[in-house]
């Protein structure tokens, strides 16, 4: 049981498609590095790993669904495209046994996720502009590759989720993931399997979905406010 609730905590990290977006943001691996001071590198000044020229990639074209989805929320306004991203997201082991927490093992190294994010324009504007709304995206597929710690092939993994979140005055107060189908390696397949029934039947990560979507709506959009093309960059 407790390697299932690990799985899920694992899985809502790597797979949730704002979360991939949310994190936009975030280092390759959020762990400091503290280097031999040098000329370039003051003595006391830390600096992270850096980023390959494909996670490069990968956060600039998060960037642009951030600024999309962000220019809504601010804006309010339901004229216009609908938000529609391919999100890629390379988790590296130490990013992920962070996240965790320590609290939990992950089993694996390295994830690389994405997944497609569709949703309304008009439904995010009235999430944000009436009293109370619940947001139902349709069903999204999501997708990661698994690195093994050892030599081997990566473990690729598919799960569908048709999240719903309702919001009260601009705020979400309850959300549910609502997983559907999944694929992958029978070893991993199990795993899946129990833990996202598990999550279907209790909405254990429900409470973790609100806090993720909040910090979002507000810190995480912040971070580009000046970006936005709306009223909302003013």
């Known amino acids: 049981m407790k390697r299932c609730i690990g799985l899920l905590a694992g899985a809502i990290i790597l797979l949730g498609p704002a ?48 600024i999309q989805i962000c220019d809504v929320l601010a804006s309010k306004d339901p004229a216009g495209p609908d938000i529609s991203c391919d999100i890629v997201k390379t988790w590296r082991e130490a990013t992920i046994t962070k996240m965790l927490g320590g609290q939990i093992e992950w089993p694996w190294g390295k994830a690389v996720c994405q997944s497609r994010l569709d949703v309304k324009r008009g439904t995010l504007a009235k999430a944000m502009s009436e009293d109370a709304f619940e947001v139902s995206m349709p069903a999204q597929k999501l997708s990661c590759t698994l690195a093994q710690k050892e030599e081997g ?54 409470p973790q979905v609100v806090r993720m979507t909040n910090e979002f709506i507000t810190k995480k959009c912040a971070e580009v406010r000046n970006e936005l093309p709306g009223d909302g960059g003013n």
């Open 19 to 66: 979360v991939l977006v949310a994190e936009e943001g975030a280092g390759p691996d959020q762990t400091v590095a503290t280097p031999t001071p040098t000329a370039s590198t003051p003595s006391g000044e830390t600096r992270g790993p850096e980023f390959t020229a494909e996670e490069k990639a990968e956060k600039n074209a998060r960037k642009a669904c951030k």
């Open 153 to 206: 092939k990566p473990y690729g993994i598919e799960v569908s989720i048709a999240p719903k979140v309702a919001f009260e005055d601009g705020k979400a107060v309850k959300a549910e993931l609502n997983w559907g189908e999944a694929s992958g390696p029978m070893l991993v397949y199990a795993l899946i399997y129990a833990g996202t029934g598990l999550d279907n039947s209790t909405n254990i990560l429900g």
